[in-house]
């Protein structure tokens, strides 16, 4: 197996799992939030809401990462466009290799499916949101994490 080479909308690399980074602390649960594609209108529509689930999840001490197959720069336009300061993570380079790591990669579109995966320091799964059929509603995010209590 590949393994995993993550850099942020920055171009700094991250480790796998994406739990603390550069200037990013670990936290208990983070969230990572799979996008399989940076501008297509269903993630870009997703991408409006991140930023105040972040910040609602950051009181909650649960972090946030974005994770997407699309280039560093890429991704650095969508977080200009968007005033986005979460972490944005390009799964490019070995292609997908994350994604696959998680088991989320749809081997016939090359993407990561439409999933969010809770996972804890040691990035074992503890939750999952799947949506097969356009964008995940954020606040399923809050959702999951106050049932889990």
């Known amino acids: ?3 995993p080479a993550l850099r942020d909308q920055y171009g700094q ?24 594609g940076a501008y297509t209108p269903v993630c ?3 991408l409006e809401h991140v930023a105040t689930l972040a910040d609602t999840l950051a009181d909650e001490g ?31 380079w070995p292609h997908g290799a994350v994604a696959s790591h998680y088991d989320v990669l749809d081997t ?19 939750e999952t949101i799947e949506s097969t059929a356009g964008s995940r509603n954020m606040d399923d995010h809050l959702s999951v994490l106050h049932n889990e209590k």
Not at 71 to 89: E, G, I, K, Y
Not at 115 to 125: A, K, P, Q, Y
Request: proline share 12%; aromatic share 6%; charged share 20%.
């Open 62 to 92: 649960v972090a946030v990462r974005l994770i997407a197959p699309d280039s560093a720069p890429v991704l650095r336009m969508v977080c200009d466009q968007l005033s986005l300061t979460v972490p944005f993570l390009s799964d490019f």
């Open 108 to 126: 016939t579109t090359g993407r990561p499916k439409r999933v969010s995966l809770l996972v804890d320091r040691s990035g074992e799964v503890l």
């Open 1 to 3: 197996m590949t393994t």
């Open 13 to 36: 690399h991250w480790p796998c799992p994406p739990i603390e980074g550069p200037d990013e602390p670990a936290s208990d649960k983070t969230w990572l939030i799979f996008i399989p």
């Open 44 to 46: 870009m529509s997703e």
